[in-house]
Every structure is written in C-alpha cells, then in structure tokens.
C-alpha cells in the first residue's frame, strides 16, 4: 500500500514539473505585430518596441527588415513605414528568423547576448553561459 502511495505521489509531482518547464522554456517573447495598411504602404505601429525587447539597435533592425522584404523603409517616430503591403505574418516570421540569427546564444539558446565590435568582426556574447561566437550578418 505504501509503495503505490509512493507512486501515486511521484507521478503527480512528475506531472507538474513538466508543465512548469513547458512555461518557462521560452521566458522570451516578441511582442505581437501592430500592422496597419495606408495605400501601398505598411506601417509597423510598434516598431519601437521590438528594439527594446530585442536589446538591439533600431536602425540595424530597421535595416534588416528592409533587405529582408527588398522595399525603402524609415522610421517616423515609434513607426516605422514600408513601402508595398505587407501581412502581419511576414513581420513576424522576419523577426523569428532575427531572433534565431542575431540574438539567441548558439551554445545555450539564451536571448541574453550582446554583441561586440573586435577588429570589423562582429562576436555575440552571451551573458548566460559567456560562449562567443562570431555573427555572420551585419544588422546585429
């Protein structure tokens, strides 16, 4: 009777730690996209915020998301303008692919990185687990 008490118990706890882990996993989160459409141009209404989350320069972001959809694009305030229609989606698949290229640590998978200028070489050093490597692009 006891064993199975014992077990009883341990599945349960069992239970909760995979749904705890399942939470924190991704502690990081981009906030979602604020598109808003004006003739054949898009405005990313929260632009400004993606900086701040990311913990990297505007005009490098602004830069990427401008190769990346092949279109001018500029800031106006906390905006920033596109030219051509873009969806929603687009945003935020461009910005999962900034996250995976320029901020998340290849070693630990931590976004807690910076990154750091040595000779015209760009290195992400990641504040968790101090793994450097080097950045293959230029909009870090």
Do not use: H
Not at 31 to 44: A, N, S
Not at 100 to 105: I, P
Not at 111 to 135: H, M, Q, Y
């Amino acid at each position: 009777m006891a064993k199975s008490d014992y077990e009883k118990l341990l599945k349960r706890i069992e239970s909760n730690l995979s749904d705890d882990k399942k939470g924190s996993a991704s502690r990081f989160e981009l906030p979602p996209v604020d598109v808003m459409w004006e003739g054949q141009k898009t405005f990313l209404r929260n632009f400004a915020e993606f900086p701040k989350v990311l913990r990297r320069d505007p005009d490098k972001i602004l830069q990427y998301l401008s190769k990346e959809f092949a279109v001018p694009a500029e800031r106006i305030g906390d905006k920033a303008m596109f030219i051509g229609k873009r969806d929603p989606d687009d945003f935020t698949r461009l910005f999962q692919i900034y996250v995976k290229d320029y901020l998340e640590c290849p070693t630990c998978k931590s976004p807690d990185t910076k990154v750091v200028k040595e000779n015209r070489i760009s290195f992400l050093i990641c504040e968790a687990c101090g793994a450097k490597s080097t950045l293959k692009g230029k909009y870090a």
